[in-house]
């Protein structure tokens, strides 16, 4: 007891001075443009901000279209799905902002033209993936970036749906991303950065989530505690995730889920996985160097768990430069995220935080929350681009690999993307152009088609999809 007194004692010393700030409906391409932002100073504004420096309130109108010929497969988008066929996405964001009140909500509507699909079926683990059709009748009506915080000069509470980010990476975060629509959390938080004698800077956040449902209507939980310090031109962060709950015979609530961080209750039983980044960022030349590492922490048959954790540890690396090849406007990037497990799988076990069902497979309604990839892969990223104050194209290419060990061959995706954006002072107008190729899709194919060079039905599987996006602020 001493102990917990002692951790909620720190917790609120860390969190004086607070002044908590939100990005909401984030993309890649908004992430880049803030950046290069950053360094250039060329004045993109963010309008999707919760909270600024005085009283404020917004409203933005946000809109959707797209026409997608085959699957769904657009990843970190707030979890907007964009299935076979056409239509769009309306909604209305308005954001109140005082002193000591932010308030948020976005009313959304979806209208458009479903197509059939004749798909080979994804199994287990693999069936949440965002090229995986989403069976269920659509919530045509929803409230997203929906939420309140309260907050003075020591502290900041809140409790929303808004989506959230962790980590250094631009395409990837092995552990919380905006892929799947965000879900309804309370949490605590020192809000933006803070000083230590000037020279330190910080962070922290203690979050848990409301009640998901796995598939046997048993309900789980996600419980993050984070803390991020900056010194000069390094970034450390680090942060625990406790997925609990999802077992029917064991007693599980919300009280049990919002401690289990502090008393580590049941803990044999939960996924408990740790994620560590170290982040190089110098604004003078404009490049940005990061490498995270994930590592889970699961009872296999009640045997000591700390043998298995370097088996299926994940890693992030890249960077990111600005102002490239003695041009400000120029930017290009590099992420590579390898999910893969551990080469001894075949003869120790080796499980991955990604293939527990009693948490859906870390998915909340049918998305993953962290990497889009998933179980058992790894992804290859690259962009380069040319942003100014007002126009921005990016070009991206993206390689990824799925069940590698589970199957062989696995399933191969590669993607091409161009993207194009445009934004005056309340305006921004964006136009995505994603041509998609998928390789053994569904693990139809067998050893002898890879030597052979042929290909069992559905196993080649190719989407073109075009997304055109306007945010406009009214006020």
Same mark, same amino acid.
């Given at each position: 007891?001493?102990?917990?007194?002692?951790?909620?004692?720190?917790? &609120?010393? =860390?969190?004086?001075?607070? *002044?908590?700030?939100?990005? %909401? $409906?984030?993309? @890649?391409?908004?992430?880049?443009?803030?950046?290069?932002?950053?360094?250039?100073?060329?004045?993109?504004?963010?309008?999707?901000?919760?909270?600024?420096?005085?009283?404020?309130?917004?409203?933005?109108?946000?809109?959707?279209?797209?026409?997608?010929?085959n699957l769904p497969n657009y990843e970190n988008k707030n979890g907007l799905y964009f299935p076979k066929g056409y239509g769009s996405y309306n909604s209305w964001l308005f954001a109140l902002n005082t002193k000591n009140l932010n308030l948020t909500i976005e009313p959304q509507m979806m209208i458009g033209k479903l197509f059939s699909y004749s798909l080979p079926q994804k199994q287990k683990m693999f069936?949440?993936?965002?090229?995986?059709?989403?069976?269920?009748? &659509?919530? =045509?009506?929803?409230?997203? *970036?929906?939420?309140?915080? %309260? $907050?003075?000069? @020591?502290?900041s509470f809140g409790f929303g749906n808004w989506n959230q980010w962790w980590g250094p990476g631009i395409h990837n975060s092995l552990v919380l991303s905006n892929n799947s629509r965000g879900y309804y959390h309370y949490y605590f938080s020192t809000g933006d950065w803070k000083s230590i004698n000037s020279l330190f800077n910080y962070k922290f956040r203690y979050s848990t989530s409301s009640a998901f449902y796995n598939n046997s209507g048993t309900q789980y939980f996600l419980s993050n505690i984070d803390a991020i310090i900056k010194y000069n031109m390094l970034e450390f962060g680090i942060t625990r995730h406790i997925i609990s709950g999802g077992y029917s015979n064991i007693v599980w609530g919300l009280s049990d889920a919002a401690s289990v961080l502090l008393t580590n209750k049941n803990i044999k039983y939960w996924d408990d996985i740790f994620d560590f980044y170290l982040l190089y960022n110098n604004k003078k030349s404009g490049l940005i160097a990061y490498v995270e590492l994930g590592y889970p922490n699961r009872s296999f048959n009640k045997e000591n768990s700390n043998i298995y954790r370097d088996k299926s540890r994940a890693s992030n690396i890249g960077f990111r430069k600005y102002g490239a090849f003695g041009n400000k406007n120029i930017a290009f990037g590099f992420e590579y995220t390898k999910l893969l497990l551990g080469k001894y799988f075949n003869t120790m076990v080796t499980s991955n935080w990604y293939d527990n069902i009693s948490n859906n497979y870390m998915s909340f309604e049918s998305r993953?929350?962290?990497?889009?990839?998933?179980?058992?892969?790894?992804?290859?990223?690259?962009?380069?681009?040319?942003?100014?104050?007002k126009l921005s194209l990016i070009y991206s290419l993206n390689l990824e690999r799925h069940g590698v060990t589970y199957n062989f061959p696995p399933e191969v995706k590669f993607e091409s993307v161009v993207s194009l954006g445009y934004k005056t002072k309340d305006l921004s107008i964006y136009l995505d152009f994603e041509s998609e190729h998928f390789e053994h899709y569904g693990f139809v194919d067998l050893n002898e088609n890879v030597w052979t060079e042929t290909f069992q039905s559905g196993s080649i599987q190719r989407t073109n999809t075009i997304l055109f996006s306007i945010e406009y602020r009214l006020f």
């Open positions: 007891m001493n102990k917990i007194k002692y951790i909620y004692f720190l917790l &609120l010393i =860390l969190s004086i001075n607070t *002044n908590a700030q939100q990005n %909401l $409906n984030q993309s @890649f391409m908004k992430r880049i443009e803030n950046e290069f932002s950053d360094y250039r100073n060329i004045g993109f504004n963010s309008k999707n901000i919760i909270n600024s420096t005085q009283s404020e309130y917004y409203l933005v109108f946000n809109q959707y279209s797209y026409i997608n010929s069936s949440v993936l965002n090229d995986v059709p989403i069976i269920e009748p &659509l919530n =045509l009506q929803y409230l997203k *970036n929906t939420g309140i915080e %309260l $907050n003075n000069d @020591f502290f993953r929350w962290a990497a889009h990839s998933g179980t058992d892969s790894d992804d290859l990223f690259g962009f380069i681009g040319y942003i100014s104050k």
